[in-house]
């Protein structure tokens, strides 16, 4: 059974002044992802995908690295879009990612509906296990599209109660199902 994560990608270097899918990983982002790179789940990979943002870019990197593979970017992987407004506050951010995930056909403060992100995220992640060999592979992304996609996996209505509790978690699913094996779990100790 060929299996497929979903990797969320670790702590950032939060900067105002950089747009945000131009953040690169923090020192212990880094960190947590070589202990995750070196785990046995990730032992048995055959492809690492990454969205095209630096930060998931970096941690895909590592990933691959440790295994000998190349990465493989889909710009449609990427977060939901949230270039309406920018850089937000952390209480800000949360708050509007709150309603984000209460009103998925519903556009907040301009940002992409969750509806639209979930269904971009997917079929990105079809379009790459179609033309998949076999094998493990791993999708490095993000937390929000990340958690749209467990709830389409799980078959559920989006929610923010499938989130992540902060960056850099995982979860596993059977490529030929679609089944989720397990939710978000986090790659290493905070």
């Known amino acids: 059974m060929s299996l497929g994560f979903f990797i969320s990608h670790p702590e950032v270097v939060i900067d105002p002044a950089v747009p945000v899918p131009r953040w690169h990983l923090s020192d212990k982002g880094i960190q947590r992802m070589r202990t995750f790179a070196a785990s046995s789940d990730m032992r048995g990979l055959a492809a690492v995908w990454a969205s095209n943002e630096t930060k998931a870019v970096e941690a895909a990197g590592i990933l691959a690295g440790r295994s000998g593979l190349a990465v493989g970017v889909h710009p449609r992987l990427h977060e939901n879009d949230r270039s309406a407004t920018g850089f937000l506050p952390p209480p800000e951010f ?97």
């Open 94 to 190: 949360q708050r509007t990612a709150d309603m984000f995930f209460a009103s998925p056909d519903e556009s907040v403060r301009g940002w992409e509906r969750a509806v639209d992100a979930q269904a971009r995220v997917a079929a990105a992640v079809d379009a790459i296990l179609n033309n998949h060999s076999g094998g493990d592979i791993a999708f490095v992304a993000h937390g929000g599209v990340g958690t749209l996609l467990l709830c389409r996996y799980l078959g559920q209505p989006i929610s923010r109660s499938a989130d992540q509790p902060f960056e850099g978690h995982y979860w596993a699913f059977e490529i030929a199902t679609r089944r989720v094996l397990h939710p978000w779990r986090p790659i290493a100790a905070r």
